[in-house]
């Protein structure tokens, strides 16, 4: 990654309102050059005059739906530009509800958002990092990615949006193992409950008006951005802003290991005998 003494030009998306806003001002406050990727025009024209009196070298503004295949092509082509040394993948939509009851359209929104676009400007925007030296990708993911089987209320219904976020810290783990050595790095960022206005819509639509935080409050979006920048040059690749054991990712690790033990070939005792043996 660019240092923060001689930035170059960031690409943000869900910029419009909560971490990715957060994420636009403190990068500009750095002397970043912005890509602000949002579906909301007129927030994205108040986000770049603000960044541009912090102090950003210069904003672009790219009004685009990452679920449509057309406007993520224009995205991926700009993420792929050789000055982009840092790609934020923020956008994210939550598709909440009983799985056999969502509309199945929304939770294909909610898998081309969450998963397919963060995939696709990360695969845009790596080579070009590696072939310069320098740069770095920072996932937004949720602490959802490790709910599993809890029960909803007060957790949502999720089983869709926590498997996305699942996929973005497999991901974004997998990758960084692959990319150790390079000057690349990756980051999957895993915040709790959030102060953003995420939990007033489902993703099929933008939240109209001004920016508002959602009734149920948590950790201010500029601490979980406070928490990632730290977390990125200490060379945190999963950063979780409210975990004060950081050995926990260490000991979930441990606990791969010891699943991975399952890869032999003899079945486990418990499954049955001899003649069930799969082989």
Same mark, same amino acid.
């Given at each position: 990654?660019?240092?923060?003494d001689?930035p170059?030009?960031a690409?943000?998306?869900?910029?419009?309102?909560? /971490?990715?806003?957060?994420?636009?001002?403190?990068l500009?406050?750095?002397?970043?050059?912005?890509v602000? %990727?949002a579906?909301?025009?007129?927030?994205?024209?108040v =986000?770049?005059?603000?960044a541009l009196?912090?102090g950003a070298a210069g %904003?672009?503004?790219l009004?685009?739906?990452?679920g449509s295949?057309?406007? =993520?092509s224009?995205?991926?082509e700009?993420?792929?530009?050789?000055d982009v040394?840092?790609?934020?993948?923020?956008a994210? /939509?939550?598709?909440?509800?009983?799985?056999a009851? %969502?509309?199945?359209?929304l939770? #294909?929104?909610?898998?081309n958002?969450?998963?397919?676009?963060?995939?696709?400007l990360?695969r845009a925007?790596?080579?070009?990092m590696?072939a310069?030296?320098?740069g770095?990708v /920072?996932?937004?993911a949720?602490l959802l990615?490790?709910a599993?089987d =809890?029960?909803?209320d007060?957790?949502?219904?999720?089983?869709v949006?926590?498997?996305?976020?699942?996929?973005a810290v497999?991901? #974004?783990r997998?990758l960084?193992?692959e990319l150790a050595?390079?000057p690349v790095r990756v980051?999957v960022?895993c915040?709790?409950l959030?102060?953003t206005e995420?939990?007033l819509g489902a993703g099929?639509?933008?939240?109209?008006?001004?920016?508002r935080?959602?009734d149920d409050?948590?950790?201010?979006?500029a601490?979980?951005?406070t928490?990632?920048?730290?977390?990125l040059e200490?060379?945190?690749?999963?950063c %979780?802003p409210g975990l004060t054991?950081a050995?926990a990712?260490?000991?979930?690790?441990g606990?791969e290991?010891?699943?991975r033990?399952g890869?032999?070939?003899?079945l486990?005792s418990?499954?049955?005998n001899?003649?069930?043996r799969a082989?």
């Amino acid at each position: 990654m660019t240092s923060h003494d001689s930035p170059g030009t960031a690409l943000v998306t869900g910029a419009s309102s909560g /971490i990715g806003w957060e994420y636009a001002t403190r990068l500009a406050a750095r002397g970043w050059g912005l890509v602000l %990727v949002a579906r909301r025009a007129e927030r994205l024209d108040v =986000l770049a005059k603000k960044a541009l009196k912090e102090g950003a070298a210069g %904003v672009e503004t790219l009004v685009a739906d990452l679920g449509s295949p057309e406007d =993520l092509s224009r995205v991926v082509e700009r993420s792929s530009g050789d000055d982009v040394d840092l790609v934020v993948n923020n956008a994210g /939509i939550n598709g909440y509800g009983t799985f056999a009851e %969502v509309d199945p359209d929304l939770l #294909t929104r909610v898998v081309n958002v969450n998963v397919v676009a963060l995939t696709a400007l990360t695969r845009a925007a790596v080579p070009g990092m590696l072939a310069r030296g320098r740069g770095a990708v /920072i996932n937004v993911a949720s602490l959802l990615a490790f709910a599993g089987d =809890l029960p909803p209320d007060p957790l949502p219904r999720r089983a869709v949006y926590a498997g996305t976020k699942g996929y973005a810290v497999t991901f #974004t783990r997998t990758l960084a193992a692959e990319l150790a050595g390079t000057p690349v790095r990756v980051q999957v960022v895993c915040p709790g409950l959030t102060a953003t206005e995420f939990h007033l819509g489902a993703g099929d639509t933008p939240v109209s008006g001004e920016r508002r935080v959602h009734d149920d409050g948590g950790m201010p979006a500029a601490d979980v951005v406070t928490a990632s920048l730290a977390g990125l040059e200490a060379g945190e690749v999963v950063c %979780v802003p409210g975990l004060t054991d950081a050995e926990a990712v260490a000991r979930l690790a441990g606990a791969e290991l010891d699943l991975r033990a399952g890869s032999g070939r003899r079945l486990a005792s418990r499954y049955g005998n001899a003649e069930g043996r799969a082989e």
